[in-house]
């Protein structure tokens, strides 16, 4: 038990036998299921560490494998309680310099790892960090995990870096692509080494700059992504990541998945694909973009939603998929945020003569629709829910009227269990502004007291659905378009073009 950033630990592995090679013992920190390397080497102890508070019960894990030189390793966990302290020693810091000017990659691993979380990793000092990273010679898979870590914790705070490091930066990651498939064999050391650079993209990404950036970006996601699947086999749980700025998953598929989609996302929907699939192997991988942090937008579009998805073919050399399957590929993109819901209220009135009644509910609302600065989009979703009054309503026809243009809705006979109608249709509205909306319910001769309200919620959806084209390094809004599910009231993306790149 310690504190945070003033205790040091030691951390021995004892009673390990070794024959006839020596053992190498690795120590990794393991912070939200990902593992960062602290020390490897014949030395069974990590001297003099510092770590962070503790997140759960103030526990910090520490992974500890012990290998035999063919990479056959056991793991054991050690759980530490580390109590949240704000203070960090100077001396630290000067323990840290004293490493960047040794070029001790491991103890400067050992003080990132845990001080870029606060604010004596300022500035300057990252700029340091970087510039020593990128000249760090990479000889072994484990150097180079090492270096991937530390560059993914410089740049978890993308503000406080400069154009010049932002390069460096993206250096650094080339040169690690350029490293790893040299040791795809050990697939355990290449997936945390891509994982620490996928962080480091997806942060990069979250810098405020022009929109091309992104999509060279989301082009080294997409081969990180293949470097992670080559340890997949067809039918395995699906490989997540997430970020801040980013959610994936990665998976391979193959005519003898019987349910391959129990491992899909729920954002992106590729019912068709199965029956597509011949005998060979089909690669998918899928990236949602956080548009709140990795900005997409360029100067005359909001883009509020980028859905990254990349279909190739083949085990180990990935090729495009064939011509029959791009042809008949359907891709379904839902949409991530949902929007906010207004609620009308009706007031129920009956008018009645000796012999028949007539019933009807009615109240209006303004409600705003967004659109962007080149027009209205695409489609404008309207969809309604009207409540049932307790059940008490058989048959409704419902109006709508929108800035003083009258629609028939729909007609509609609920049965006994039915508590509402849901109603999902293009609304004409002409573009971004505050409208009038008017719902008339009719609800049939029935007598209802007076004064008996019902309600209608309502969320409208102001959209357009884009692809990225490549060629044109820009967004383009065709073979995409806007599909509403009028009983699941859900709005969708459907793109009939391959690849989709983005979709908006």
Not at 108 to 118: D, E, G, P
Not at 216 to 223: K, T
Not at 339 to 345: G, L, Q, R
Not at 346 to 371: H, M, Q, Y
Request: with cysteine.
């Amino acid at each position: 038990m310690g504190s945070a950033y003033t205790t040091k630990f030691n951390v021995t592995c004892a009673g390990y036998i070794e024959g006839k090679y020596q053992l190498m013992y690795k120590f990794f920190l393991q912070e939200k299921g990902h593992q960062y390397l602290l020390q490897y080497g014949f030395d069974p102890v990590l001297y003099d560490i510092i770590l962070p508070p503790g997140r759960s019960s103030n526990d910090v894990t520490i992974v500890i494998k012990i290998c035999t030189p063919d990479q056959s390793c056991v793991e054991e966990n050690l759980f530490v309680t580390v109590v949240a302290n704000n203070d960090v020693n100077d001396d630290v810091i000067n323990e840290l310099d004293a490493a960047l000017l040794s070029n001790n990659l491991q103890k400067i691993a050992q003080f990132v790892l845990v001080l870029s979380s606060t604010n004596k990793l300022n500035q300057s000092k990252r700029k340091e960090i970087i510039s020593e990273m990128a000249e760090y010679p990479m000889l072994s898979l484990e150097s180079v995990k090492q270096v991937a870590d530390v560059i993914s914790h410089v740049t978890n705070n993308p503000k406080l870096l400069e154009e010049s490091q932002l390069q460096d930066a993206q250096d650094i990651l080339d040169r690690v692509e350029s490293f790893v498939p040299f040791s795809a064999s050990r697939y355990d050391g290449v997936n945390l080494i891509v994982r620490s650079c996928m962080t480091t993209t997806s942060q990069l990404m979250r810098l405020v700059r022009f929109y091309p950036f992104k999509n060279e970006e989301n082009l080294r996601m997409n081969r990180l992504g293949k470097l992670l699947m080559a340890s997949l086999t067809p039918g395995e749980e699906a490989i997540s990541f997430e970020t801040k700025s980013v959610e994936g998953r990665m998976l391979k598929l193959n005519n003898h998945v019987t349910n391959p989609f129990d491992a899909n996302t729920s954002f992106v929907q590729l019912s068709n694909l199965q029956s597509l699939i011949t005998d060979d192997v089909i690669n998918v991988e899928i990236f949602r973009y956080n548009s709140t942090s990795a900005n997409f937008s360029p100067f005359d579009l909001k883009v509020d939603s980028v859905t990254s998805v990349s279909i190739t073919t083949g085990w180990r050399d990935e090729l495009p998929i064939s011509k029959e399957i791009e042809k008949n590929l359907k891709l379904e993109f839902s949409l991530p945020q949902q929007p906010d819901k207004s609620k009308i209220w009706l007031r129920v009135k009956s008018e009645c003569d000796g012999s028949a009644c007539r019933s009807t509910a009615i109240g209006s609302a303004f409600i705003d629709v967004e659109g962007d600065s080149r027009g209205p989009m695409e489609a404008t979703i309207l969809n309604i829910i009207v409540g049932n009054m307790e059940g008490l309503v058989r048959k409704l026809r419902m109006f709508m009227t929108i800035a003083g243009q009258d629609i028939i809705v729909a007609r509609k006979e609920f049965n006994k269990e039915a508590p509402s109608y849901r109603w999902t249709t293009k609304a004409p509205f002409a573009g971004s502004g505050s409208y009038n909306v008017t719902i008339r319910a009719d609800l049939g001769t029935g007598y209802y007291r007076a004064g008996t309200i019902t309600s209608a919620v309502f969320s409208v959806w102001a959209l357009q659905c884009l692809h990225w084209f490549d060629a044109k390094n820009g967004w383009e809004d065709s073979f995409c378009k806007v599909h509403e599910d009028t009983v699941s009231g859900t709005v969708v993306c459907q793109c009939g073009h391959y690849p989709v790149t983005r979709v908006v």
